[in-house]
């Protein structure tokens, strides 16, 4: 009886020291509390177990300016836009999305690849049945990390513009569209303004653009456009064929933007230079618009929030 006695008591023993060795989140940041690191460490051993990854658990580093998350071999950076423990989750938690979406569009492609290897490419036979085809895949969701964000969208504006005296301050609203395509984002932009002056001016744009930053990216915050297009000016109301000209146009322009998922506000600047001489024939004489002039716009934009 003695014997089992004791020999319990190791078991016990070893039991005990098992779970004190138990793995922990790593924590090398000074600024994460002792009741922050033990509600960090419990979420992400939930997380990574109910993912089968509890054996891969991160290193939280930090100094007074920087914070990152090491995690297989991986450095990703805390933004510092909420509390260390929480943006420390959704790091982990974006990253095994990606890597389930990685593993998920290898499996199709697998099976695209085996079903074409098994099909006899000489076989007309009607009963053979057809492949079933690979699951739709759900739209991406919801990036909760500007960083994240897929980008481009629709930017609303309203714009001034000062002109030749004649024409006076043109102002209007302008119509911005963006997609992104690598490091840029590639559109289109569309403008209309109107001058107070006699007769009516009416200044109407249409050109291509390319940008980077803000306000199509959520994470920037300042951006830059250039746009080549074409330039029209109208007379009203007469409105017969001397009362139209057209002209080249290039723009080059400087945004700040501050997102609010998913809307953004933002303002630009823009410098735009007339390629050749945008006049008109008027009764009252001819109107000229100026070569280069300068114009302020304010406004919203929708982003495309969704993941990347």
């Not at 006899?120 to 759900?138: H, I």
């Not at 001058?195 to 959520?218: F, H, K, M, N």
């Amino acid at each position: 009886r003695k014997a089992l006695t004791c020999s319990a008591m190791g078991g016990l023993l070893v039991t005990g020291a098992a779970a004190a060795e138990a793995p922990r989140v790593e924590n090398r940041c000074p600024r994460l509390s002792p009741s922050g690191y033990e509600e960090l460490n419990a979420r992400v051993q939930l997380l990574l177990r109910s993912e089968g990854e509890e054996q891969t658990l991160p290193v939280v580093v930090c100094d007074e300016r920087t914070a990152n998350v090491l995690w297989k071999g991986k450095l990703l950076p805390i933004e510092g836009s909420g509390p260390i423990e929480d943006e420390v989750v959704d790091l982990i938690e974006a990253e095994l999305h990606r890597e389930h979406a990685r593993s998920a569009q290898r499996e199709v492609e697998t099976t695209a690849v085996d079903g074409d290897a098994d099909a006899d490419p000489n076989s007309d036979d009607s009963n053979t049945p057809a492949r079933a085809r690979p699951p739709a895949q759900r739209a991406d969701p919801r990036a909760k990390r500007a960083d994240d964000a897929r980008g481009g969208g629709l930017l609303l504006g309203f714009e001034l513009e000062p002109q030749a005296k004649e024409i006076g301050i043109a102002m209007g609203p302008s119509f911005d569209f963006a997609a992104p395509a690598g490091p840029v984002v590639l559109g289109v932009r569309e403008a209309f303004r109107v001058a107070g002056s006699d007769p009516t001016i009416v200044l109407v744009d249409l050109q291509a653009s390319i940008g980077i930053g803000a306000p199509y990216e959520p994470a920037a915050t300042f951006g830059v456009v250039a746009r080549f297009g074409a330039e029209w000016m109208i007379a009203y109301p007469s409105g017969n064929s001397d009362q139209t000209a057209v002209a080249p146009m290039l723009a080059v322009g400087w945004r700040v933007a501050h997102a609010f998922s998913p809307l953004s506000i933002w303002a630009g600047l823009d410098g735009q230079f007339r390629l050749s001489t945008l006049s008109l024939r008027t009764p009252g004489g001819s109107i000229e618009a100026k070569d280069v002039t300068a114009s302020v716009t304010v406004g919203v934009a929708y982003v495309d929030w969704s993941r990347k």
